[in-house]
């Protein structure tokens, strides 16, 4: 099993930035970690992701050049930096673990965070 908890997430004003912490803890050890938002009304999308030992890293096209998905394994966190933040990146923001190559995929998960919620106001 892994515990994985987000942090960080908050009120913001549009241009601002925001890092946002996932601490996971148990069975740690997993392949690859992602990031995911779920705005209000609409499905949970793909972020971000990273491995954990190579430092490889993918990202959606709308935060590639804003958001910067970091880890620190001797903390066991994953970070997400998002700078140039827009209204549109309000959602809540999960952290998950996989063993699955296929990173941008929400069901290649096996555990999740309980969510942090981002809002960008205008």
């Known amino acids: 099993q892994v515990q994985l908890v987000e942090s960080g997430g908050g009120l913001v004003q549009a241009g601002d930035s925001l890092r946002l912490s996932c601490a996971a803890s148990?069975?740690?050890?997993?392949?690859?970690m992602g990031w995911f938002r779920q705005a209000p009304g609409k499905e949970r999308e793909f972020v971000a992701a990273?491995?954990?030992?190579?430092?490889?890293?993918w990202y959606a096209d709308s935060v590639k050049g804003r958001f910067t998905i970091s880890r620190d394994n001797a903390k066991n966190t994953v970070y997400l930096q998002m700078n140039s933040l827009k209204p549109e990146d309000t959602a809540v923001y999960y952290c998950?673990?996989?063993?699955?190559?296929?990173?941008?995929?929400?069901?290649?998960?096996?555990?999740w965070g309980q969510g942090t919620q981002v809002t960008v106001s205008s």
């Open positions: 998950a673990a996989t063993n699955s190559r296929v990173v941008v995929r929400e069901s290649s998960y096996n555990y």
């Open positions: 148990g069975r740690t050890w997993s392949s690859f």
């Open positions: 990273i491995t954990w030992g190579g430092g490889m890293t």
